[in-house]
């Protein structure tokens, strides 16, 4: 800036200069006033015009201090014009005051903007390291099969550049998932064999048994058969001896022979009813051995043999049955004392 001087020369005092006049001044104030910041250069000289107009305004107290001090200058006349100058200064640099603070202020703006983009980064980068490490919470209850499908999806994500400064970091993460992962897996997969051959044990232990089983079934039938036979065959021995027995033993009588059917017509007679034979409702349930010696003993003391040629089981009826009294009636005195009560004690 050239250095011109406006002089003030009171009555009887030497001359004040001042670095700048004051048409001067006006003129660079009007000049500066149009400067506008688009970057760093015009940065500058918005700042350097600013420090100009500084410079002048300051100089103004330094050259009249400085006047005032050897020379009694009256003081109004400079202070005066001192102040012209000083207002003129201010306006011009409060318009350089507020374009420079609207500039910081833009770059404040844009700094915090940086700020805020960088921090969503790296949020979002560890958003995304923190997805990998929580997939090894999703691990639980899985079977064998979704374990090693898991097991292969990791293997084949891959960490690229877009995890920044957070790769390394991203890596160990994975890594130790899949560690985790085929530890899991194994366990898992053991397990699941484990309990496949213990079913399979279990399903070969219950064929076993149940084919056990059915022998065993199988023979206690053919023993129930083999003894239900052997039974028939004693009781059909025993008819057959206690038939012939009786043929021999039984005395010639003059009264006709009574048939099966005359003595059933004569139960029916004396009770209402038909007897029947043993194991059918209203039947004799006295043991079959039993049943076999008391029908053949019965028979043999019914005067007149009217039993011969009946079936054991109505005579066994005969001699359980409420008819009783009636046959034994018939009987002779003798005969009357043995009683089938009797027989069936001993």
């Not at 050239?2 to 006006?26: G, N």
């Not at 056990?212 to 079934?217: I, Y």
């Amino acid at each position: 800036m050239t250095t011109q001087t406006e002089e003030v020369k009171p009555a009887d005092m030497p001359p004040i200069k001042f670095d700048t006049t004051e048409a001067k001044v006006k003129v660079l104030v009007k000049k500066y006033s149009g400067l506008k910041i688009t970057d760093t250069k015009t940065d500058k000289a918005v700042r350097s015009a600013r420090k100009d107009l500084v410079t002048i305004r300051t100089g103004v107290p330094k050259t009249l201090s400085a006047w005032f001090a050897p020379f009694a200058l009256a003081r109004d006349e400079a202070k005066a014009l001192g102040d012209k100058i000083i207002a003129i200064t201010k306006p011009g640099e409060a318009i350089l005051t507020e374009v420079i603070t609207t500039w910081e202020n833009k770059k404040e703006i844009e700094r915090q903007e940086r700020a805020r983009l960088e921090n969503e980064r790296i949020e979002s980068i560890k958003t995304k390291v923190q997805a990998i490490i929580a997939l090894g919470g999703t691990l639980d209850n899985l079977n064998a099969e979704e374990l090693l499908k898991c097991l292969e999806e990791f293997k084949a994500m891959v960490i690229d550049d877009t995890f920044a400064e957070f790769q390394g970091a991203a890596g160990a993460a994975l890594g130790a998932l899949i560690a985790n992962t085929e530890t899991k897996y194994q366990s898992v997969k053991e397990q699941e064999e484990r309990e496949e051959a213990n079913r399979k044990e279990a399903a070969r232990l219950k064929a076993e048994r149940e084919e056990m089983e059915e022998r065993q079934r199988k023979m206690d039938e053919r023993q129930r058969e083999i003894d239900r036979k052997e039974v028939e065959q004693r009781r059909l021995d025993a008819e057959r001896m206690d038939k012939q027995e009786s043929e021999k033993e039984t005395p010639a009588d003059s009264e006709p022979e009574k048939t099966e059917e005359t003595v059933a017509e004569k139960v029916e007679t004396d009770t209402g009813r038909v007897i029947g034979d043993p194991g059918t409702s209203g039947g004799s349930k006295i043991p079959e051995d039993v049943q076999v010696n008391i029908a053949v003993r019965f028979s043999h003391t019914i005067a007149g043999n009217r039993c011969k040629g009946l079936s054991n089981a109505h005579i066994l009826d005969l001699a359980e049955k409420d008819v009783w009294a009636t046959v034994k009636a018939s009987l002779p005195m003798g005969v009357q004392e043995y009683s089938v009560a009797a027989e069936l004690k001993a």
